[in-house]
Each structure stands twice: as C-alpha cells, then as structure tokens.
C-alpha cells in the first residue's frame, strides 16, 4: 500500500504515524526526511530523497511492501498525487493543510474569492497575467518566479504582496509589501505569494479583505470565481454570462465606439482568457479591451487623448474588470509594456501594426475603417511571418418605423484583419508571448517544495 501524508508543521496523525511505522520504503523531500525519523523502523525502511519524480515513481512502483511519500500541505492541490495516479499507482492520501489555505489564514483572509495558480516548474507568464487581471490571487511560486519576480512583473498595476515564507515552520515569516519592494529583497524558499488588490496596509494581519470591484457584490457561490453572483448571473472564472455587450454599456461620447458585431467577430479571433494578456491599441472607450478582461485575460490599454483614458477607467470601473490604461501615443507608448499574447489595434496605422507584429504575440487583430489601410496591415504583417485572414463587416440593424414595422439601418462598414494559425514565428516557432522569458527546452521532472509539488525543471526565467 502507497500513503502519500502531507505536513504542515504540525503533529502527525494517528494514521500517517502508523503508515509510516509500518513502511519498509519511505520517500520525500529532505526536510520531511529529517522531521520523522523517530518514526522509521532503523535498517528496515529504505529512504530515498525526492530529486528528480521519474527514479521515485519507478522505486515505488517496483517496490513490494508498504510505502509512504512525504509532501507538503495537501498533497492533492497542485501536488504529487496526480504524478502518482498518471503512473497507474493506488494511493490513500491523507493531506494536511494546504500551503494557501495556510497564507491565506496568517493573512486573516477569505479566500473562497480567491484564484489560484501555480507558477512551479512551469511557464510564469500565465501565473502573472492572473495577477495582472484579478484581484485576489495565491501563487505557489516555483525558481524564476518567486516574490522578488512576481513583484517586477507587477510594475504598473496597483496591487499589494503577501509574502508567506517556511509556512508552519518556526522559522515562518509573514510579509506584506508593495510589488516594488518585493522585486528589491531576497526571499527564503519555500513560500507562497497572494497578490491582492490595492496598496499595501499596516500590516498583513490587520489587511482588509480585498475583492476589488469583481467581489463588490459580497459572498459569491463559486469558489475559485470572484464576483460570481446567483447561478445563471454570471458565469464562472473566464466565461461571462455575455459578451459583444450593447453601445449603450459603454460610455463613448467623442470615442470610436467598435460596434457590437465587430466586437463579437474581434474577441472570436483574438480568444481572450485567464492567463493571457492583452493589449488593446487605440482604445477608445476601452471596450474590447473590457470585453477582453471580462474573459478573464489581463488587459493594458494604450490610448492617447487624457478624457478617452479617465473613460476607459470609468468604463472598467462600471463592469467590473481591472484594465491598465497606459496614456500615449503608439507605437511609441509600446516599447516598455511587458509581452502580449494577443493584440486587438483598434487605431493607428502601418507603423502600429509592425510594431506589434515585431513583439510575436500568438494573434493580432486589426480594425480598419480606410479601404486603403487594410493592404498596408496585411502586408505588414506578412512582411512579419504572419499568415492572415479577413473580412468586411458590416450589419444591418432593425430600426422602428412608424406603423410598428421596422427598416434595415446600416452600420458603417468596418474591415477586421488577423491573423492565423501556422504563421512563421521565431525561435523554433513559438510565439513570444507563449515562451517562457530567456527559456529553451524543458528540464527534467523533479521534486516540488510545497504543497507536494512536481516539479518540471528549475523553471522559467523572470516574467517580463
């Protein structure tokens, strides 16, 4: 029989106590090795320090006897038992408090609002767009993306860090602090990370909970889902219950408005969702870029005229999102923003869209109300690598008449431009925005250090 027990600092179990009596193989980290070696029958259990998973899967499968596998927290969430259950393995599990559940709690937080993600041995852009887009985020953090990372990536958006270190250890320290001081300073391994809206307080403890306009509603009904109101209102994290909203949901006035057909067809193509960021150029009343936030997807929107960015802010503000306006004109306004994985260019023109193209985001789409502008985009981005699609949209909308019948109103036509799947990136193919900053191949499956981790590699470079 396999047990995977998990540790949290505290006691073990009666149970976990007398699987790991009874086993003649235990296996783990080093720490966990060394916190129960009273309860290892000497000369009788073999110990294997868990390194690279692949050899400890392999122990464990030949062996024949009773075994248990030490892991951190609970070994279910983000952790050692799917490893153990995809090699075809029988396990009980008898998990401990999980590492988020633990931060979360030394914190004084409710954490039912909370997403969650793992940055471990994995690419840590994803991780950070999640950050980037909701306000309540726990991070397990894995080398590459620690505090110190996560808070540089986070230049720009208005949050506030929970650095948890050595979670139920008596060297356990609890820090709360603005992402700038967090990229200054070096952090004791292993720790967990909340990323919560708003600036820092007085103090992690005395935190006031921080839902941000997406839990503005109260308690929600989904764990995992901030803001999600009754069933049917709002759909869970990612999916909101509509999209292609109506003109009237934005606030336009002087701004292009991209119309509700146009926005529909636009969010088909770029396919906004969490972990992914988005630029919206030329943002007008920011709606695209909203839409865009509402799947989930981090949002910067670029846009030049002052009164068009407090509209923008007013118009996230009002459903709910957090979007980053960067005031400026592109391309220009682009050179210091992190790597987009999708682009929506809502104004500007050639220049715009090779600058774009030169950041090898996985799609772009362009929105063009000059004839003669659609050739430029598609050159410019072919001229990038970029195979591309097209169409003119243009709808015909019910109008009342008198008599209680109704006419056909046009909308202006508008060309949309994008790109499609096959285009020729660099650097084997992958788009920037999908790669992991200053990362080749991926390294060998190892041990995690929280939450019983696995681990792929020593992870990623910093996230841009």
């Known amino acids: 029989m396999i047990t995977v027990v998990g540790m ?40 294997i320090v868990l390194g690279e998973l692949a050899p400890a899967l392999d122990a464990l499968a030949a062996h024949d006897g009773d075994a248990v ?58 991780a950070v767009n999640v950050c980037r887009a ?11 993306c620690g505090p110190a990372e996560i808070g540089a990536a986070l230049a720009g958006w208005d949050r506030r860090l929970v650095v948890a270190e050595h979670l139920g250890t008596e060297a356990e320290r609890i820090t709360e602090c603005s992402p700038a001081d967090a990229a200054a300073q070096a952090w004791a391994d292993p720790n967990v990370v909340l990323v ?49 909203l109506a003109e009237e949901e934005f606030d336009s006035r002087d701004a292009v408005m991209t119309k509700a057909e146009v926005r529909a067809l636009a969010l088909a193509r770029l396919g906004p969702g969490p972990g992914m960021l988005v630029w919206d150029i030329g943002a007008g009343s920011g709606s695209v870029g909203i839409e865009c936030a509402r799947f989930g997807a981090a949002v910067i929107a670029v846009e ?13 503000t009002r459903h709910g999102v957090d979007v980053r306006i960067v005031p400026g004109a592109a391309p ?9 994985d999708v682009v929506f260019v809502g104004g500007g023109g050639p220049g715009v869209v090779e600058a774009v193209a030169a950041r090898h985001p996985a799609r772009i789409v362009v929105a063009l109300a ?44 508008v060309f949309l431009v994008w790109t499609t799947p096959g285009h020729v990136a660099t650097d084997a193919a992958v788009p920037a925005g999908l790669r992991p ?15 019983g981790q696995a681990k792929r590699g020593a992870g990623p470079g910093a996230p841009r």
Do not use: M
Not at 304 to 316: G, H, I, L, T
């Open 437 to 451: 900053p200053g990362s080749g191949t991926t390294g060998p499956v190892s041990a995690g250090n929280h939450d």
């Open 134 to 144: 909701y306000p309540k985020v726990a991070v397990l953090t894995g080398p590459g």
């Open 304 to 316: 030049r005229d002052a009164v068009r960015c407090d509209r923008v802010r007013a118009n996230a």
């Open 370 to 413: 000059a004839v003669e502008r659609a050739g430029q985009a598609i050159a410019a981005l072919g001229a990038a690598g970029y195979a591309t699609d097209g169409a003119l949209v243009q709808a015909a909308r019910l109008a009342p008449l008198p008599g209680d019948v109704h006419r056909l109103a046009a909308t202006n036509p």
């Open 196 to 244: 919560l809206a708003g600036s820092p307080s007085a103090g992690a403890g005395g935190a006031a909970d921080s839902g941000g306009a997406r839990t503005a509603g109260g308690a929600g009904w989904l764990a995992g889902a901030p803001g999600a109101g009754a069933p049917g209102e709002v759909g869970a994290l990612g999916a909101p219950a509509g999209w292609a």
């Open 69 to 126: 596998v030490l892991a951190s927290g609970d070994p279910g969430f983000f952790g050692i038992v799917r490893a153990l259950r995809e090699r075809g393995l029988t396990i009980t599990v008898l998990p401990a408090v999980s590492s988020v559940a633990l931060a979360f709690a030394r914190a004084g937080l409710a954490w039912d609002d909370a997403v969650v993600v793992s940055a471990h041995g994995r690419d840590a852009r994803p």
């Open 332 to 340: 220009e306004a682009l050179d210091e923003l992190p790597d987009p």
């Open 8 to 47: 949290d600092g505290s006691a073990l179990s009666p149970r976990a106590e007398a699987a790991l009596t009874a086993a003649t193989l235990v296996i783990g980290g080093r720490r966990h090795l060394t916190a129960v070696p009273v309860l290892t029958a000497p000369g009788r259990a073999q110990t």
